[in-house]
């Protein structure tokens, strides 16, 4: 089984380091972007999950066949989910054995 777990950074905080040279809508749409990229490299696999906190990406993630997995913890760090046990993350997917 080929898996890509996709953590999503909440797009209010995506690409901070570039707050210099783009503003908060171009760092949104850059990290959008991003996303569809990494879900389009993704496509061959047999299971993409995309952890994420914004309606915006649930939106880029309903336009393609995978699963979306809102995560509700982003607020303190935009990975707590991929993080977790497998067998704890695979048990929000149970098409998707740990």
Not at 7 to 16: D, E, G, I, S, T
């Amino acid at each position: 089984m080929n898996l890509c777990i996709v953590p999503m950074k909440p797009l209010a905080r995506a690409k901070a380091r570039l707050a210099e040279v783009l503003s908060p809508e171009q760092r949104r749409a850059l990290s959008l972007a991003m996303l569809e990229d990494v879900i389009g490299a993704a496509r061959a696999l047999d299971h993409v999950w995309v952890l994420h906190s914004d309606d915006d990406a649930a939106e880029v993630i309903r336009r393609r066949p995978m699963r979306s997995q809102p995560d509700t913890t982003a607020c303190s760090s935009y990975r707590p989910t991929a993080r977790q046990r497998p067998e704890k993350t695979c048990a929000r997917w149970p098409s998707v054995e740990a």
